[in-house]
């Protein structure tokens, strides 16, 4: 076996004592597994439910916590009108190619059959260009070998109803971010008009995947965490770099084009400064999801950021980077997105609700300045469109001067706005004089992006050893589900009461603990062990006698005693160290 099969091997096994570790102790497995279950959905166990709750708390910190000074947490509704996601471009544009064999009818995600069948990636083709690859390919079936139909693009929203009325279309959400978008201007209101904003959100969104695989990396239903960070694109701020700076490992849309695979590494500052990021608030915080990262165990040289091609980005963003992590089995997953969304999501909300989403900045002085400005003879108006006039005039208000101004050279008879035939004669241009107090913008977003799942699955991976044919989940103790195991060395009095008493202790002041009398030392400590429990106390013989116990580390196995009354104080600054 070559060396490169030989690593292959190592890493699907790995993989799959995870997998069996995670059904086995209480972390996750597939739902509905009595009716045979169902792709794309995974439930959480005890243990899973405690480490994906650590992981929200320690984003929570990262991104909202120590950014109390321009971040704040808000929650809204799952299910969605359809016209938000009309307005936000999800209805047209949220899509995977699908293909259906012509034979056994079986539907398949085009592109992952292509790169699967051909080893090319093809991310961001058009159903054409797919059909045409598999055409010329003869890309078939993989179940029964026979041809495969034209590809087609198939809309990821779950769809349902609002009430008993099926006109009242609506889905479930596939991200958190419109919700912000739609509260913006009361959340900025709240916040007294401050910018920059981040508005965050953890919660439930559902994707109606074509055929999802590699287990817990991709879901139908998952927890994200998200923050849509509003700023003023012309007076943007400086973000705080003294709270997190320092390098970012990158690979660049050109050096994708180029063929490059390796990231180089830069600066916060210097990749905005050379144009690898467009913009100061998306490096930083690609700067905090790496901070975060490394929190969850994984080092640094184990991520780097991979810029999107253009035909690789989601519709509402003008640059992408994924956070990429390297797992066993499936390679380098994304683990957070970040995107630059411009003032996409609000212009369309503007369009489709009629409401006026802009911000209004007031100068320290007011100034002076020329403007051209639209006058108009209302009377003339008045009596030629009658009930439709103040349409008419609010048109003429809103239009850009420069095509009234052309009409007009052109010695037309009429300027055409929407369907209204205006006289010329009844339209003017003037440059005036008007004194600002300020100016109104639509205020652009950046936007860092988590699915909660998705790291457990990493942190998992990350954590998993083989140390003496024992496994030792050496998850960082600060998120470990468990962070205490209390033993007696024996289950005999008064070693038991003693024990038991220090464990009901230790869970009265907030530590996560287990209890174990069952079996020899050496298995309980085996057992604590492959679930990350990080300390486990020992009560012995020399308990009653001094009031010591035993602290045993899991990773070093190193072992000290303490004094019974200093154990939780003790476990507390450990696991936070």
């Known amino acids: 076996m070559c060396r490169v099969d030989e690593v292959m091997s190592r890493e699907h096994d790995k993989y799959d004592k995870v997998v069996e570790l995670a059904k086995r102790r209480g972390f996750f497995w597939p739902s509905f597994e009595i009716y045979g279950g169902v792709a794309g959905f995974y439930d959480l166990g005890p243990l899973g439910t405690l480490l994906k709750s650590n992981i929200i708390r320690l984003w929570r910190e990262f991104f909202i916590t120590r950014h109390m000074d321009m971040v704040v947490e808000i929650e809204t509704p799952v299910i969605t009108p359809e016209v938000v996601f009309e307005a936000s471009g999800h209805l047209h544009h949220f899509t995977d190619p699908i293909v259906e064999c012509t034979s056994c009818r079986r539907k398949f995600r085009a592109d992952q059959l292509i790169e699967e069948a051909l080893n090319v990636k093809v991310e961001g083709r058009s159903a054409e260009e797919l059909t045409r690859m598999i055409r010329e390919n003869n890309v078939r079936c993989p179940f029964c070998g026979s041809d495969l139909g034209e590809v087609r693009v198939f809309n990821l929203l779950f769809q349902t109803f609002i009430g008993p009325y099926t006109q009242n279309k609506a889905y479930l959400r596939p991200e958190a971010a419109q919700g912000m978008f739609t509260s913006f201007k009361r959340v900025h209101k709240v916040m007294r008009e401050k910018l920059p904003l981040g508005i965050a959100q953890i919660g439930r969104v559902a994707r109606n995947e074509i055929s999802p695989r590699q287990g817990m990396v991709r879901l139908r239903e998952f927890t994200i965490m998200e923050v849509e960070f509003f700023f003023d694109p012309e007076e943007p701020g400086e973000p705080p770099l003294s709270r997190f700076g320092g390098n970012l490992r990158i690979l660049t849309a050109d050096a994708k084009v180029r063929g490059e695979e390796g990231p180089e590494t830069y600066g916060v500052e210097e990749a905005v400064q050379e144009g690898i990021i467009k913009n100061k608030w998306l490096a930083y915080w690609m700067a905090v999801a790496r901070d975060f990262i490394k929190a969850l165990g994984v ?279």
């Not at 420069?402 to 009429?414: M, N, P, R, T, W």
């Open 299 to 577: 080092p640094e040289n184990h991520m780097y950021f991979e810029e999107k091609l253009p035909h690789e980005r989601a519709h509402y963003a003008t640059q992408t980077f994924d956070q990429l992590v390297r797992i066993s089995r499936w390679g380098w997953i994304e683990v957070s997105g970040h995107a630059y969304r411009g003032d996409y999501d609000l212009q369309g909300h503007m369009r489709y609700s009629g409401q006026d989403l802009t911000v209004f900045k007031k100068f320290e002085k007011p100034v002076t300045r020329k403007v051209e400005k639209v006058f108009v003879n209302k009377v003339v108006i008045g009596k030629l469109f009658k009930e439709k006039s103040a349409e008419v005039l609010k048109l003429l208000e809103s239009v850009d001067t420069d095509l009234i101004k052309e009409a007009l050279s052109k010695g037309e008879s009429y300027i055409e706005i929407k369907g209204f035939k205006v006289p010329a004669s009844a339209v003017e241009v003037r440059v005036i004089e008007e004194k600002v107090v300020g100016r109104k913008f639509i205020p652009h977003v950046v936007e860092p992006s988590f699915g909660a799942e998705r790291l457990v699955l990493m942190v998992l991976d990350h954590a998993y050893t083989e140390e003496e044919e024992r496994v030792v989940l050496k998850v960082p103790h600060h998120i470990a589900p468990i962070k205490l195991a209390v033993f007696p060395l024996v289950a005999k009095e008064p070693l038991v009461s003693i024990a038991k008493e220090l464990f009901s202790k230790a869970l009265a002041e907030g530590i996560p603990a287990i209890y174990d009398d069952s079996g020899s030392i050496g298995r309980r400590y085996a057992r604590a062990d492959e679930v990350g429990v990080p300390y486990a106390v020992t009560v012995d013989y020399q308990t009653p006698e001094d009031k010591t116990v035993t602290i045993r580390e899991r990773d070093t196995r190193a072992q000290v005693r303490v004094g019974l009354s200093e154990v939780v104080s003790r476990i507390k600054e450990l696991v936070h160290a």
